[in-house]
């Protein structure tokens, strides 16, 4: 997952345009991502997930891309909608956690979609 | 959500006080995990149980304990709350398939004051 810092990184987009948010993994190990969307006062519900024999992933309104060279994951919405308005982190875990498959998690990305 | 409920969502308790929160699957799983959420931490695993009676420990489990007498409920004690466990308690379990994502329940509120 993301480094660990006080504050979350923030993106604020207009409705309508496409949002980017990014999360750099650290694990060469991982073999499986997970993004993750977060409402306040809610758990963490599942978006779209991606394996690392893949570089890229599309779901409805949403694509995962894996560039593992570097060790980047990022998740793009399209047409970003009020309802988009959430905390979005990563999560990966790697074949060696065994078979409880722990996962690490990012910090998370605040995205604000703007009317 | 799962089918995961989380009981209470909400506790206010006082420094040295036992807690026990409850987290109900209704789907049978054999996963079930325990993590707190804290500002700037992302979630962060307590401890997991792989089956009745089947339980480890995770990467912040000091001063919790966990118990799984049956399926669908896993436990969460603190045997003596301190502030530093203030924090939002999220339960989830996973699918016994090919994939490995973990589904959260509403979670729990917690302050020790």
């Known amino acids: 997952g993301e480094s660990v810092g006080l504050h979350l990184p923030t993106l604020s987009v207009q409705e309508g345009d496409n949002s980017i948010i990014n999360c750099a993994y650290s694990n060469s190990a991982s073999d499986y991502f997970i993004w993750y969307k977060q409402e306040s006062g809610k758990g963490p519900q599942f978006i779209i997930d991606?394996?690392?024999?893949?570089d890229k992933r599309q779901g409805q309104r949403v694509t995962v891309l894996l560039n593992k060279t570097v060790k980047h994951l990022s998740l793009q919405i399209a047409a970003t909608q009020p309802g988009d308005s959430a905390v979005y982190f990563c999560?990966?875990?790697?074949?060696?956690?065994?078979?409880?498959?722990?996962?690490?998690f990012g910090s998370g990305t605040q995205l604000t979609v703007l009317p | 959500d799962a089918g995961i409920t989380q009981s209470p969502r909400h506790k206010v308790t006082e420094t040295g006080t036992p807690v026990t929160l409850r987290c109900h699957q209704t789907?049978?799983?054999?996963?079930m995990y325990w993590y707190r959420q804290d500002p700037g931490h992302g979630l962060r695993l307590i401890h997991y149980s792989y089956g009745v009676k089947d339980t480890d420990k995770g990467e912040v489990s000091d001063g919790y304990s966990v118990s799984r007498s049956k399926t669908e409920d896993f436990l969460l004690t603190l045997e003596s709350a301190t502030s530093s466990q203030t924090s939002v308690y999220f339960c989830?379990?996973?699918?016994?398939?090919?994939?490995?994502?973990?589904?959260f329940g509403p979670g729990t509120r917690l302050t020790v004051l």
């Open positions: 789907e049978n799983h054999r996963y």
């Open positions: 999560a990966d875990t790697e074949i060696s956690s065994g078979s409880a498959r722990q996962l690490t």
């Open positions: 991606i394996r690392s024999n893949m």
């Open positions: 989830a379990i996973r699918f016994e398939t090919s994939r490995d994502t973990q589904y």
